[in-house]
């Protein structure tokens, strides 16, 4: 038989090295496969279906408020990415060209689409003329392509999976309250199904997406105290109306430009939920996005086995019933070996049954969240299971809750004291966190932050813990309360 435990020890520990943990977990785990293309990765099944979940838990939200799916094509002609001046001089460092196609050179280059507000934009302007065609909300799942020097599998990749929202509305105020609701509906998303807390705020205007008048976004704490951009979601006024001639008749009779929002969250949700709930012994999936929600291992000798499936077989049955995704394993490895390997999956139940515990009428449930391991009665074993799933889903989320709070420093004001806090992290090899700030408005200073400690602007949180009287940087007086922190 092979060793119990390696699994284990072929998981990199988070304290010796975070990186080298995250891709020896997503490996182990069968998550995900590199390929020949740099920066480009192919799904496995178990990493497709925590994709297919993240989909699902948006997809029934995005309907319920009115919007529709479509599909736009994925190459853009370059003249489209010159309307909006600011939109193509934020992406063209990350564009992938196609210039030749059946052997003969294009007249106009095509660019593989980074996001999708021009081509958009352009049938938009076909497809709006009356207010009577308003509001137009439609979402797309889809693929894009960002040219990635640096890349980390599902959380920044050459090509990535995504969903992009774009709608357009008659009035500024219509397509505000739109951009505010997509991103409490990310919110809800991350915190409620993917257990990750977060915080909601509005860029600076140094992060803000390129062509937009305003930006918003959902920020998250990875365990090495790190950030993710887990959503975005942008109020782009008039800019792609005016530069693709979106007008619309009004009620007046009057021609009037469209205001437009555009909003997204990617495949590196994926790796956000790993890095913030992932531990030694590999991952840690929260119920409502595991593919696997328990596992049942038969235990005992062989001799006994029969015994043994008389009460699993017909228990697997009740639970696949009630709707739990339930797998049995019943490969002939040790207990040992497959308890190993299904805390590395990160399934978040384990279910034991052996021959003293059918005498027992009971079976054993193990958690993977805590380890806990508790004697359950048969009687009403599937309704316990349910209950359980529910309070690990909310463990999850409130042991992620505690790890940003506890990594989340309020109490440093200046850029000395930030240096200093980054000094003492480093010779004890610690999590930096991220640091509330004030900041005064300039440019230059939250530039500063960045060129001196890697600290970049966040969002300015809609309700920061704390109000910051000073910039960080230059001691005057803070026009906004910032999150400051080192990102994916």
């Not at 709608?167 to 991103?183: K, N, P, S, V």
């Not at 800019?239 to 009620?251: E, P, S, T, V």
């Not at 420093?409 to 640091?435: N, Q, S």
């Amino acid at each position: 038989m092979a060793n119990e435990k390696e699994y284990v020890k072929e998981i990199t520990p988070q304290s010796e090295d975070f990186s080298r943990w995250y891709i020896d977990t997503i490996r182990k785990a069968d998550l995900m496969d590199y390929t020949p293309v740099r920066g480009c990765i192919a799904f496995k099944p178990d990493g497709y279906e925590l994709w297919e979940r993240i989909q699902q838990a948006m997809d029934r939200r995005f309907k319920e408020t009115g919007h529709r799916n479509a599909y736009f094509p994925m190459l853009i002609p370059e003249s489209f990415l010159q309307k909006e001046k600011e939109h193509v001089e934020g992406f063209n460092p990350e564009l992938p060209w196609v210039t030749e196609a059946g052997g003969e050179k294009l007249e106009e280059r095509l660019a593989l689409r980074p996001t999708s507000e021009t081509i958009i934009g352009h049938l938009y302007s076909q497809w709006i003329q009356s207010y009577r065609d308003l509001p137009v909300l439609l979402n797309q799942w889809a693929n894009v392509f960002r040219w990635e020097k640096r890349t980390l599998p599902f959380l920044r990749t050459s090509e990535f999976l995504w969903q992009e929202g774009h709608t357009a509305h008659a009035t500024e105020g219509e397509a505000r309250q739109e951009t505010m609701q997509m991103l409490e509906i990310y919110r809800e998303v991350v915190e409620r199904e993917l257990a990750i807390p977060v915080w909601k705020g509005q860029k600076t205007p140094s992060e803000r997406f390129a062509g937009a008048v305003d930006t918003f976004s959902i920020e998250a704490m990875m365990k090495d105290g790190k950030a993710v951009q887990a959503g975005t979601s942008h109020y782009l006024g008039e800019n792609f109306a005016k530069g693709f001639d979106i007008q619309f008749l009004d009620r007046d009779n009057q021609r009037k430009y469209v205001h437009t929002t555009s909003w997204g969250t990617s495949t590196r949700l994926i790796g956000s939920m790993i890095m913030v709930h992932g531990d030694d012994r590999g991952l840690a999936l929260p119920p409502r996005m595991s593919p696997v929600q328990m596992v049942m291992i038969p235990v005992g000798p062989a001799k006994m086995r029969e015994k043994v499936m008389e009460r699993f077989d017909p228990l697997y049955d009740a639970f696949q019933t009630a709707g739990i995704r339930v797998k049995a394993d019943l490969r002939e490895e040790t207990p040992g070996w497959k308890y190993n390997e299904w805390e590395m999956r990160g399934v978040p139940v384990r279910l034991e049954i052996g021959p003293r515990d059918v005498d027992n009428n009971q079976v054993i449930l193990v958690r993977r969240d805590t380890g806990k391991k508790v004697a359950v009665s048969f009687d009403g074993v599937v309704q316990t299971v349910r209950d359980l799933l529910e309070e690990i889903q909310q463990n999850m989320f409130e042991a992620a809750l505690r790890f940003r709070n506890d990594h989340s420093h309020l109490h440093i004001d200046t850029l000395e004291d930030l240096k200093a806090h980054l000094a003492d992290v480093e010779k004890d090899k610690g999590v930096a966190g991220w640091v509330l700030a004030g900041w005064c408005g300039d440019g230059s200073c939250e530039l500063k932050i960045k060129e001196e400690t890697k600290f970049t602007s966040r969002n300015i949180p809609f309700d920061p813990p704390v109000y910051k009287q000073t910039c960080m940087t230059c001691g005057q007086k803070a026009q906004h309360t910032v999150w400051f922190a080192r990102a994916y």
